[in-house]
């Protein structure tokens, strides 16, 4: 069973500050990795994608990806009121196979 | 910018009845899926579908649901007889192509069985 995990906070963060969301997944071979933001009965959002080993940076977005230790995460720099919301961290686990299996997701509070 | 659109924004049916949830992807993108979330859980994966026919399906997606394209721009999953526990939030997204993987939601479709 293919496994997404995330700790689902909440995790509070001061307006100004750095937000560093993390996520873990089960299969080495997985391909692509997302990171999307869920307002309260909202849809998911995408906010980033990441495909090789490192970081991709993305206005205040940085998603930053290590296959070897099966870990990616998402920074959010200047954190802002309007980033508090549920993020969610998404792998496809790829070889066509297209969907996306998510984490439970972190719930982001930015207390300004 | 083009978005998914899905309709109705919520719906209210009784225990087994026949739902239908509409959904139009962006264009031209010719992946589309439905997943499903219930109240304070995951997101999940109900079924893919690709040049008319489902491409995925888990376990959760059995003979009660099915899927159709009926034209050029609807796709709709239909659930034959609600139960209880079908009561979710309903998610459409599409993407490019299977390479592209990134995939896009529609606003989604409260589904309150009763």
């Known amino acids: 069973q293919k496994e997404v995990e995330q700790n689902s906070g909440p995790l509070s963060v001061p307006e100004g500050a750095i937000a560093s969301l993390n996520c873990t997944y089960s299969?080495?071979?997985?391909?692509?990795f997302f990171w999307y933001r869920q307002y309260s009965g909202k849809s998911p959002e995408l906010i980033m994608s990441?495909?090789s080993n490192g970081d991709k940076e993305d206005g205040r977005f940085t998603a930053q990806l290590n296959k070897a230790s099966q870990y990616v995460s998402l920074l959010i720099r200047d954190s802002q009121p309007s980033d508090s919301a549920t993020y969610l961290c998404a792998v496809n686990w790829g070889f066509g196979n297209e969907k996306l299996t998510f984490g439970t997701g972190t719930r982001l509070t930015i207390i300004p | 910018e083009p978005e998914v659109t899905q309709t109705p924004s919520h719906q209210v049916t009784q225990m087994g009845q026949e739902v239908i949830l509409r959904c139009v992807p962006i264009s031209n993108h010719l992946y589309f899926y439905w997943y499903r979330q219930i109240l304070g859980q995951k997101v999940e994966f109900l079924v893919s579908?690709?040049?008319?026919?489902?491409?995925?399906k888990s376990e959760i997606f059995d003979d009660q649901f099915s899927v159709e394209r009926p034209d050029g721009s609807n796709f709709t999953l239909k659930i034959r007889s609600t139960k209880l526990e079908d009561s979710a939030m309903y998610f459409c997204?599409?993407?490019?192509?299977?390479?592209?993987?990134?995939?896009?939601f529609g606003p989604g479709t409260r589904l309150t069985v009763t």
């Open positions: 299969d080495r071979v997985s391909q692509s």
């Open positions: 990441i495909y």
């Open positions: 997204a599409s993407t490019l192509d299977r390479y592209s993987y990134e995939q896009y």
């Open positions: 579908f690709y040049n008319n026919e489902i491409s995925e």
